[in-house]
């Protein structure tokens, strides 16, 4: 054994990089500071979701944060919690630097560096071992996940309050100032590089057309009492405690997108997984026969043209900007899963992403989720971006 070898010790964080339509006509102009750290931070941001951005650059600006700790200007980020998954810290996190309620979008880049470099100006991301001190300590990397963010106003943020949780604005000491920026000025006033390939991933993107998306959720039920001990009809069926326990921590994930439609199958164990999250989100469960697994196996046309109808209806919202937010969650049935999933591989391009729509049963973990990230082109629409999201049980 080389008793000389050292481990990798990782802090993880999240953040992002918050982006609008750049409005030369307000009081919210590129290169405008905003003072953050205390209540009176907090506007009510009306933003509504990019509907038609153009793959300029001056279009648009982005949010940036200035860190009197480090003198540094840099994209919104912080430590995850124990327990918390990345995408809520990134929300969380955001929120509480900028002052803004945001929705998470595409996942732009992962991004290390070593630890003890944190604020200094050479800091580069994917750096090497090389930094391990002489001593055999564990190098400390500071993993860090960025996401593309959109603003959501005040009573889209105050109907997700229950399920997602508190927002503490950040102490003066924390950051000093927002800044919104074009991407050219960003650039410059960033001090780090490893913030400068942030800001390359993210127009790389923007640049694709990817700005302007709509979301989907598909959550598999949770964990369900076993059909051969259950005594009573399949469509009373319920979930465990444990899937209980999954379904609550699940919202605080979906939370994250702040989802404006819940549509599930009318079956016990698909309407109890989305229940909480429905309650704490002030939304109403649409309730379609055609998801249940009864008529899939008899009508599985039908119930595929349920999906179909709702991407039709999120691409034409999308286009319209005619919700503050576009996200909707389907609750779905294990075979359900299986005849979408072959239908969302024909529409999704990246290859990488095609794999996460497995073509095995049980295609997903009970209790779990995937998010789709769509955009419309010329030849109908396609899938972008898709993330597993697994809920936290402790």
Same mark, same amino acid.
């Given at each position: 054994m080389n008793m000389s070898a050292v481990t990798t010790q990782y802090v993880e964080a999240a953040g992002g990089i918050i982006y609008r339509k750049r409005n030369t006509t307000n009081s919210s102009n590129a290169g405008e500071d905003t003072k953050t750290g205390s209540n009176a931070i907090n506007p009510n941001h009306a933003n509504k979701p990019i509907s038609a951005i153009k793959p300029s650059d001056d279009d648009f600006e982005l949010c940036l944060v200035y860190r009197p700790k480090y003198d540094d200007w840099s994209w919104p980020k912080g430590k995850n919690e124990p327990k918390e998954s990345h995408r809520h810290t990134a929300v969380r996190e955001v929120g509480e630097e900028t002052g803004y309620s945001v929705t998470l979008g595409p996942h732009i880049a992962k991004i290390e560096y070593p630890l003890? $470099?944190? !604020? @200094?100006?050479? /800091?580069?991301?994917?750096?090497?071992?090389?930094n391990q001190n002489r001593n055999?300590?564990?190098e400390v990397i500071k993993r860090i996940h960025?996401?593309?963010?959109?603003?959501i106003d005040k009573p889209t943020a105050a109907k997700r309050l229950p399920a997602?949780?508190?927002i503490k604005p950040a102490k003066p000491t924390e950051i000093g100032n927002v800044l919104w920026l074009t991407p050219s000025q960003a650039r410059k006033k960033l001090t780090h590089d490893s913030d400068r390939e942030v800001l390359d991933a993210f127009l790389e993107k923007l640049h694709a057309g990817q700005g302007e998306y709509?979301?989907?959720?598909?959550? $598999?039920? !949770? @964990?369900?009492? /076993?059909r051969k001990t259950w005594q009573g009809s399949e469509a009373t069926r319920p979930i465990t405690p444990l899937g209980a326990a999954a379904s609550y921590a699940l919202g605080r994930e979906l939370?994250?997108?702040?989802?404006?439609?819940?549509?599930?199958?009318?079956?016990?164990?698909?309407?109890?997984?989305?229940?909480?999250?429905?309650?704490?989100?002030?939304?109403?469960?649409?309730?379609?026969?055609?998801?249940?697994?009864d008529c899939h196996e008899k009508k599985p046309k039908s119930t595929l043209s349920v999906l179909i109808k709702e991407i039709q209806n999120l691409e034409q919202n999308e286009q319209n900007a005619s919700t503050v937010n576009n996200a909707t969650v389907m609750c779905l049935h294990r075979p359900v899963i299986g005849t979408f999933f072959d239908y969302l591989r024909e529409i999704t391009k990246p290859r990488a992403h095609k794999r996460i729509l497995s073509q095995k049963?049980?295609?997903?973990?009970?209790?779990?989720?995937i998010v789709?990230?769509?955009?419309?082109?010329?030849?109908?629409?396609?899938?972008i971006d898709i993330e597993k999201v697994l809920p936290s049980v402790y």
């Open positions: 003890e $470099r944190e !604020g @200094k100006k050479s /800091s580069k991301s994917n750096t090497s071992n090389s055999s300590q564990p960025y996401w593309m963010m959109r603003l997602f949780g508190p709509s979301t989907l959720l598909l959550v $598999r039920h !949770g @964990k369900a009492e /076993s939370a994250c997108y702040a989802p404006n439609k819940i549509i599930s199958s009318p079956w016990k164990r698909c309407l109890e997984t989305v229940a909480a999250f429905a309650r704490d989100s002030s939304l109403s469960i649409e309730q379609v026969a055609e998801l249940t697994e049963s049980p295609y997903m973990p009970t209790g779990s989720a789709l990230h769509i955009i419309s082109t010329p030849k109908g629409a396609r899938i």
